[in-house]
């Protein structure tokens, strides 16, 4: 798998559209600070190839491709394998919830000489090439096929996170072994080891099982057979007997049957003629019939009599006059009597509304005089107060006047100063006004209180004038409604007559419907005695049809009785002939039955003798059966014998995929061909890395392996062997470097999908190397990159390695998003 280009959008880190164009390129660097993105890039290789990332962790943690912010991450690789390129797609999504889902997922192969341009103007997937995979799952599918390694390999060959190599040089001996099993995909024999002793048991299972069908089939020998043979000929035989004697066991039986049915019809036809006999009840039903219609006469006379007493006295009530017209006028009566002595208490009341509207009238002006006088003291008290103040105030400018000089208030000579009275009445006129002006109150209120009573009197006297108008009016009315009318005493006793003939006519009325409902209920018994006399004539009726066919006498209509009589005495005579001829009827058919045994007996004997229950009803079809019976189960029999040969061929075919499956997992064991395998493989792995650790470090030192450890043989110090654990930081980089790239060769030399390593990328601390081995390292990689055979990648941000590398992908981030930009070739 050789990358070349690569397309992200909202992918962690780069969250606005960023491409890596990888296009001729053999041997690049990934460039930048610590925590730029550098990684990021071959995370997204990674997630577009197998949906997942080594450091995240977990194969399920989509979610960690989203940027923070982003609701949606793109990635797009356009790659080259085995010489056809491809584009694959994925996409992954947050919903409204939170939840990151993959929504797309797609893998096309690209027709030669396509454009990769046209990815700029945002070509989509519809118009690219053919179509290789369309979910999830069939790009995981898919691309394990076109890259040839799963994810695990393709992170230990072509994409070699940080922290690997020291790892695995590092390890014990049984955490080396299992990591190798891992890596070199070995387990695949433990697999193996485990399936063929599942068929092993399987096989002893099934090896079970046939044992059990072969002894259910034990029955089937030569003298199972022969035996069943024999039977069918025997059977056979039968069949040929029971085709002869079954025509004479029919021919006895249709006899036989018709005897007992000539014998059956003759019981028949006397069991009915002795069964004729006269009903109890056939003389008497006439009689109570003709009763029952004579009670239907009477009783409708009756009915008929009380309707005409009943229209007789509705006619008397008609002449009697309107009671409702009569108690009407009663109520009027009734009304007027209240109405007079309702006018007497009105005109009282009247009377007393007047006198009292006259005395209020009066306390009203008496009021209103009183009032008038309060406020004339009132004013009077209110002149003398202003005039005591005026006196007052000009007594107030006396001591300002001097005799023969101007007055300051009228400005003209004062002659003579007058004297200052002794007191002063302005208290004694405030007391007085103020006593004034709660007299002039108080009149004024009863002025008020004596209005308010004076209205309320007026009231009164209108309401029982109107009142009395009222009743005036009603009495009008009523004297001219009764104007010519009955008094009441004789109102009532047309009522109290018009009561009575209601209460007869109520009483005819009921005497009517006593006599319909006797008249119903004679009808009714009427019907029932016609009904019975005429079912007992359908009796009759029925009973001598039963008989037709033996030829009764005519019967007498008119006379149920005589008509029985003469039907029971013909019918007892019947009965007699027929029992004296029955003897030769019952002779005739124990003739017909004893033929019947003889030939039943004789067929019972050859079914008996040939092994057969008795025959039923048809002994041919019986023996017809059982020797399609004895047929089926001699085929039955050599059908297994057959079953038997086929399953002790299948036992054989078992037994020998049982001993093959058990001596496999024997071989197979843990302590037996893995351990040959790993060994082998740890060789070849030792092999490898050695020749590359010896470029590495100019010759100094080779790896080799004992006991699952690994150590270095320094040559600069006469061949001192060193554990790996005694080199340098360094040394530790060159060795574990040389390791990963002898891994990277066997796992493509061992891979089943027979994989075409064209790339390998290396995200490893190139920090910790010094100058001379940084050099040595650039330039096995160099070396590495310039056999053309794969594209060769570093992730470093050490300048002195990233200079000599031609081509760089510098990757800067800002506070929004990181950014590559391509410096060098």
Not at 38 to 63: E, H, M, N, Q
Not at 85 to 98: I, P, T, W
Not at 681 to 687: C, E, H, P, Y
Not at 707 to 728: I, N, P, Q, Y
Request: with cysteine; aromatic share 4%; proline share 3%.
């Amino acid at each position: 798998m050789r990358p070349i280009r690569l397309d992200l959008d909202g992918f962690t880190v780069f969250r606005e559209p960023t491409t890596v164009d990888f296009t001729d390129t053999d041997f690049f660097a990934l460039v930048g600070p610590t925590g730029a993105g550098k990684s990021t890039v071959l995370d997204a290789i990674c997630f577009a190839l197998y949906g997942t990332v080594p450091r995240w962790g977990d194969r399920r943690a989509i979610a960690n491709a989203l940027a923070p912010s982003a609701a949606e991450a793109r990635v797009r690789l356009v790659f080259e394998s085995a010489g056809v390129r491809y584009v694959l797609a994925r996409v992954v999504r947050r919903d409204a919830k939170g939840a990151v889902t993959t929504k797309h997922a797609g893998l096309e192969a690209l027709p030669h000489g396509f454009d990769l341009g046209k990815f700029d103007t945002g070509l989509t997937g519809d118009d690219i090439g053919t179509v290789l995979a369309g979910t999830a799952s069939e790009v995981d599918e898919a691309v394990q096929t076109v890259v040839g390694l799963p994810y695990e390999q393709f992170t230990k060959c072509v994409v070699l996170p940080q922290g690997e190599f020291a790892a695995f040089l590092h390890a014990k001996p049984a955490e080396r072994q299992k990591i190798l099993v891992n890596l070199l995909g070995l387990d695949v024999y433990g697999q193996i080891r485990e399936r063929a002793t599942a068929l092993g048991t399987a096989a002893e299972a099934k090896l079970k099982i046939l044992d059990d069908q072969l002894s259910a089939l034990s029955d089937t020998g030569d003298e199972a057979l022969a035996a069943a043979v024999a039977r069918v000929a025997a059977l056979a035989g039968l069949g040929t007997a029971a085709d002869r004697i079954a025509p004479q066991l029919a021919d006895a039986g249709r006899l036989a049957g018709q005897a007992a049915g000539a014998l059956a019809d003759l019981d028949a036809q006397i069991e009915r003629l002795a069964g004729v006999a006269v009903p109890g009840e056939a003389a008497t039903l006439a009689a109570a019939a003709a009763t029952a219609r004579e009670a239907v006469t009477g009783a409708l006379d009756a009915a008929r009599a009380a309707e005409e007493a009943e229209e007789k006295l509705r006619g008397e009530l008609q002449a009697a006059g309107d009671a409702a017209a009569l108690r009407r006028l009663l109520d009027t009566h009734a009304e007027r009597s209240r109405l007079a002595a309702e006018a007497a208490s009105v005109r009282s009341a009247v009377a007393e509304a007047t006198r009292q509207h006259t005395s209020a009238a009066g306390l009203l002006a008496e009021a209103r005089m009183q009032a008038a006088d309060a406020l004339a003291a009132l004013e009077a008290a209110r002149e003398a107060y202003q005039a005591a103040m005026a006196v007052d105030r000009a007594m107030a400018l006396r001591p300002f006047l001097t005799a023969g000089e101007a007055c300051p208030v009228c400005t003209q000579t004062v002659h003579e100063v007058p004297e200052a009275p002794h007191d002063s009445a302005v208290a004694a006129l405030r007391v007085a006004g103020d006593a004034a002006r709660k007299r002039s109150d108080a009149a004024a209120s009863a002025v008020e209180d004596r209005d308010r009573a004076a209205r309320d009197a007026d009231r009164a006297l209108a309401a029982a004038k109107a009142h009395a108008e009222q009743v005036d009016a009603r009495l009008t009315a009523l004297d001219t409604a009764l104007d010519g009318a009955p008094e009441p005493d004789a109102l009532r006793r047309e009522l109290d007559a018009i009561a009575s003939i209601q209460s007869g006519l109520e009483k005819a009325g009921a005497d009517v419907r006593r006599a319909r409902d006797a008249h119903r209920k004679a009808g009714t018994t009427a019907d029932r005695a016609e009904e019975k006399l005429r079912s007992a004539w359908r009796a009759f009726d029925t009973a001598r049809d039963a008989l037709a066919a033996f030829a009764p006498p005519p019967a007498n209509r008119d006379d149920l009785a005589d008509a029985w009589g003469t039907l029971a005495a013909w019918a007892t005579g019947e009965a007699g002939r027929r029992r004296a001829g029955r003897q030769a009827a019952v002779d005739e058919l124990h003739a017909a039955e004893r033929r019947v045994t003889e030939v039943r007996d004789e067929l019972r004997t050859l079914f008996t003798d040939a092994g057969l229950p008795a025959p039923g009803a048809d002994p041919a079809r019986d023996a017809a059966v059982a020797l399609e019976r004895a047929d089926a189960s001699r085929r039955r029999i050599e059908e297994r014998r057959k079953d038997a040969e086929r399953i002790r061929e299948q036992r054989d075919d078992v037994a020998k995929e049982s001993q093959v499956a058990r001596a496999l997992a024997q071989h197979l064991r843990a302590d037996r061909f893995e351990r040959w395998l790993l060994a082998e493989a740890l060789d070849t792995l030792v092999d490898g890395a050695s020749r590359t650790l010896r470029e590495l470090s100019n010759g100094q030192y080779d790896l080799v392996h004992e006991k699952g450890e690994f150590f270095v043989v320094d040559h600069h110090d006469a061949g001192l062997r060193r554990a790996v654990r005694t080199l340098s930081g360094g040394e530790t980089f060159q060795a574990s470097l040389a390791l990963a790239l002898a891994l990277s060769d066997q796992l493509a030399g061992m891979s089943t999908a027979a994989a075409s390593l064209e790339s390998i990328v290396l995200d490893e601390g190139f920090g910790t190397l010094d100058s001379s081995t940084l050099d040595t390292v650039a330039a096995t990689l160099e070396n590495l990159a310039a056999r053309g055979d794969r594209m060769v990648g570093v992730v470093t941000h050490v300048g002195a390695l990233a200079e000599r590398i031609p081509v760089r992908f510098e990757v800067r981030r800002d506070a929004r998003t990181a950014r590559i930009e391509r410096v060098g070739l």
